[in-house]
């Protein structure tokens, strides 16, 4: 296989500073594409030592939601908003409902939700100002609320495909080593479970492992040891960065199928476990259950449509697979690949129907 590692980064289409000094506010709002429809994406809510530390952030993130909401199939574009955590003590709720008005000026070209550092109550001062704004408490019989669960099956659809393809096998034939039991690995591990595959967990909280012990049956490990255990399928849902080159020489797993993002530490290694033979299902493809379920909230679709595209996770990833087989490139490549065709309108967006 040749060397592919990853494509030059696309350049955003607007950059927009927030600085309302009598809030505290200061960061900025990224819109990096808009050729599918609105910029959506997060914002994050974070301490940076500076503007051009922000900046850089939002605009790497913003471009990663391009690619992401694109191969979701989802009629929205990529951005991302990163707010200066302010030093001294602050008005939370007038800082975002000041946030919320600069959403509001962009007149629907951006809409933001819940990301690191930022929670539904913070939205829901956001929401004061703008409606360009998702990630709400869920109405009843509307699509919203927690996202993990819509993420975990999403993952669960993804790891059926990249079985079936890489050992000839159903889940009830596989060892499953799940790293992470938080909201999404835990409610994998049900799926999982339900579907009949043995399972291996690693967790730092002794009590939540015991948990997944008792009611999966799961046998439980450090996450040292997961990496090489004899397990079929590894499912990073903690960290990201988690296959260095270190763990990608150590993994005798043949499936990496797993919610957490960012899980390559460079793209060389998504390279790396091609050539160890190993299936990496691109991690913003496999975990997009929980973005599709948050556009849904936002573009007002029901519960039905978002799961029916969360279940399309899967034949996405086929399609990703089968691009990487024809063009000898790794997965991680393909999907990028095929995410940019899509947003330049180009010929590919047919076979992904959304
Ligand atoms: P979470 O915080 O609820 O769970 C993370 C879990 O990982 C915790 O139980 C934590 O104790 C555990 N953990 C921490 N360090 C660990 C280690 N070294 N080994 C094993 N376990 C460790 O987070 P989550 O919402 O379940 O998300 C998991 C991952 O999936 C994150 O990377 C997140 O960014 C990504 N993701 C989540 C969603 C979603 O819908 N929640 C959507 C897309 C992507």
Not at 163 to 174: E, F, I, N
Not at 215 to 243: K, N, R, T, W, Y
Request: hydrophobic letters at 45%.
């Amino acid at each position: 296989m040749p060397v592919s590692h990853s494509l030059e980064p696309l350049p955003p289409r607007e950059i927009v500073r927030l600085d309302d000094p009598a809030s505290g506010l200061e960061g900025v709002i990224v819109i990096h594409s808009t050729s599918l429809g609105a910029a959506a994406g997060g914002c994050r809510f974070q301490s940076y030592p500076s503007m051009r530390e922000a900046t850089a952030d939002a605009v790497r993130l913003a471009e990663g939601m391009s690619y992401k909401n694109a191969l979701a199939g989802l009629p929205l574009g990529g951005g991302k908003a990163v707010i200066r955590a302010p030093r001294g003590a602050f008005d939370r709720s007038a800082l975002f409902r000041a946030f919320g008005r600069a959403v509001e000026s962009l007149g629907g070209r951006y809409v933001t939700a819940e990301d690191v550092g930022t929670s539904v109550e913070d939205m829901g001062d956001v929401a004061e100002a703008t409606r360009h704004v998702a990630g709400l408490t869920q109405q009843p019989g509307r699509a919203g609320g927690d996202p993990s669960p819509w993420t975990a099956r999403g993952v669960l659809g993804a790891m059926e495909v990249a079985v079936r393809r890489t050992l000839g096998a159903p889940l009830s034939d596989v060892t499953v080593g799940v790293q992470g039991l938080g909201h999404v690995g835990f409610a994998l591990c049900r799926l999982l479970r339900d579907r009949g595959a043995r399972l291996i967990v690693a967790e730092p909280r002794g009590e939540v492992a015991a948990r997944a012990a008792t009611a999966f049956g799961a046998h439980i490990m450090s996450s040292a040891a997961l990496l090489e255990a004899q397990i079929d399928v590894f499912a990073p849902c903690a960290l990201g960065g988690v296959l260095d080159p270190a763990a990608v020489r150590r993994l005798r797993a043949k499936v990496v199928c797993g919610a957490a993002n960012n899980q390559l530490a460079t793209p060389a290694q998504g390279d790396e476990l091609a050539e160890r033979g190993i299936l990496y299902a691109p991690d913003y493809l496999v975990n997009a259950g929980g973005i599709i379920n948050v556009a849904a909230e936002y573009l007002g679709w029901s519960e039905d449509e978002s799961r029916a595209r969360v279940d399309r996770i899967g034949t996405r990833l086929a399609q990703v697979l089968d691009l990487a087989d024809g063009d000898q490139v790794a997965p991680h490549l393909a999907a990028d690949r095929l995410a940019r065709s899509i947003i330049a309108g180009e010929g590919r967006t047919a076979a992904l129907a959304a």
